[in-house]
């Protein structure tokens, strides 16, 4: 995309970037995200690693557009986007943005993210990753994703685990999020059906290394959000 | 006396002082305390009167009496597993949110 078709940020935006174990990526994706103009809250989820120095770093670097908040333990992806949420809402966030610091997203894609919800078309706007383009395991494991996502939450989306999802300021307050770990990609979803938000799919490309295959979402990690929707949903 | 019943008589005598040494210590509820000394008690009636077990397999219609007890102890074991599941999920929340707050009144910016 050139400089002239980027659409002008007329609002707050606030880019909520989950780390854990980042230390390898974590410089190169706020530096890109602060160069096209976003504020960025690095949520780092009990990195044992150099993460926490880095993103020190980075906040005085780029201080006042970096700010940093640091769990002292692990707790997972869900805890470290309610964090996100709610620090993202003590700075008068008008729009969020949940982005990986693993480097599988491209800074551009926001582009297509934030537009829709600054002209009120919609309160949510997920990114869906382009399935043709998955490794085969990667894609297969996607797909059942979607369909235990529409059994337990009751919406059919393109990408159930997209990480790469905007919210207004007034959807984020909406969200009930329980889940601490990775079933909180599929709970958004149930939650923006179930608070009736207004959702609006935009494609987006993604970055397949070794590393970011890696640390998605496998066989062990969709068994344990299955777990954790029976458990949920026992409960209920 | 028959010797399982000097073995589980010293097991329960144990068993009860361990309750009253954990509840001094404040690591027992009342209610926990109760039922745990309860249990034992039972296990040492039990153990000197089979019989009991008999009345109250008959009165279920479970045959003999020690599936009674062998039932109802599995069933108990379950519950007190689910019991402790729910509470460290409860905590596992608590200190999440715990994590949380830390974490939003420490930031740096």
């Known amino acids: ?236 | 006396m028959l010797t399982y019943q000097i073995i589980v008589l010293i097991i329960s005598i144990l068993g009860i002082a361990l309750g009253i040494h954990r509840y001094r210590n404040d690591s027992f509820s009342t209610l926990v305390f109760s039922l745990w000394t309860l249990a034992w008690i039972a296990i040492i009636i039990i153990t000197f009167f089979p019989n009991i077990t008999t009345v109250f397999a008959l009165r279920f219609g479970l045959g003999r009496g020690l599936d009674a007890v062998y039932i109802f102890s599995i069933l108990l074991l379950f519950y007190i597993v689910f019991k402790l599941y729910n509470l460290i999920e409860q905590q596992k929340k608590r200190i999440n949110e715990l994590v949380s707050e830390l974490a939003l009144k420490n930031h740096e910016d």
Not at chain 1, 5 to 26: H, K, M
Not at chain 1, 121 to 143: H, L, Q, S, W, Y
Not at chain 1, 169 to 187: C, D, F, M, N, T
């Open chain 1, 1 to 236: 995309m050139n400089t002239k078709e980027i659409p002008p940020i007329t609002s707050n935006i606030y880019i909520i970037l989950s780390c854990y174990n980042e230390e390898e990526t974590l410089e190169e994706v706020v530096t890109g995200l602060v160069e096209r103009g976003f504020k960025v809250l690095i949520i780092d989820d009990g990195s044992k690693d150099n993460s926490p120095i880095i993103a020190r770093k980075l906040v005085k670097k780029f201080a006042p557009n970096v700010y940093h908040y640091r769990h002292t333990i692990n707790v997972g992806l869900g805890g470290a986007i309610k964090t996100g949420i709610k620090a993202a809402l003590s700075k008068s966030a008008d729009i969020m943005i949940t982005f990986d610091a693993d480097g599988q997203h491209n800074p551009d894609d926001l582009y297509e993210m934030y537009p829709p919800l600054q002209e009120g078309k919609a309160d949510v706007v997920i990114a869906a990753r382009d399935f043709e383009d998955m490794p085969t395991g990667r894609r297969f494991g996607n797909t059942v994703m979607n369909y235990i996502t529409y059994v337990f939450q009751g919406s059919m989306v393109k990408d159930s685990q997209s990480g790469l999802r905007a919210f207004t300021a007034s959807a984020a307050r909406k969200l009930e999020l329980k889940s601490p770990q990775y079933g909180v990609s599929s709970e958004i979803i149930g939650e923006i059906k179930r608070k009736r938000l207004k959702l609006v799919e935009v494609p987006m490309t993604t970055i397949y290394d070794q590393r970011t295959i890696e640390k998605g979402t496998n066989t062990i990690v969709g068994l344990k959000i299955i777990f954790e929707f029976l458990n949920e949903t026992l409960k209920r």
